[in-house]
């Protein structure tokens, strides 16, 4: 009885987990240049298993969580234009467990637009899909929303 009642409680949390809207988000926005207007920057929220150590060659902030080093940029503005992002990776798919580091990503954002991004892996190749959209209520992106499919530069 004990075991399903902790299983229940994990599968709570992991559900209530995953909903994460861009009202929670708000007050986590990190602006990387606070020169550059909103208008002018593109806001990107990466997901659960994207953590972000350097952003154009710039180390980012981490703190330490249960052990694990995770990445403070989860929500952040950045200037418009071509950005190189070094990321580790820890992605569960079915049986499945893909984690690697310092993998390269490079991508033109557009100003004043909001992104989402998460880990995928298509035709035996891993990086990661771009989507046009403010964070979603529950779950993943609209895939309707997809922009593109990014390959990690070094993997």
């Known amino acids: 009885m004990k075991k399903l009642i ?8 992991f559900i209530f987990g995953s909903c994460v809207t861009t009202e929670m988000l708000q007050g986590m926005l990190i602006v990387f240049d606070e020169s550059v207007p909103l208008e002018r920057s593109a806001t990107i ?8 150590t350097e952003y154009n060659g710039i ?3 981490h703190k330490k969580s249960f052990g694990n080093t995770k990445s403070e940029w989860k929500y952040v503005a950045i200037p418009a234009g071509v950005a190189n992002f070094t990321v580790d990776v820890l992605h569960a798919s079915g049986n499945t467990i893909w984690k690697g580091s310092n993998f390269i990503f490079r991508y033109n954002f557009r100003p004043g637009l909001e992104y989402v991004i998460l880990v995928a892996y298509k035709e035996r190749e891993w990086g990661v899909d771009i989507y046009q959209q403010s964070v979603p209520s529950f779950g993943t992106p609209d ?5 593109d499919f990014v390959l990690f530069i070094n993997q």
Not at 6 to 13: E, H
Not at 45 to 52: L, M, P, T
């Open 6 to 13: 902790g299983f229940s409680l994990i599968c709570v949390m």
């Open 45 to 52: 929220a990466f997901y659960s298993g994207v953590e972000v």
């Open 143 to 147: 895939r309707e929303n997809l922009l």
């Open 59 to 61: 180390p980012v902030p």
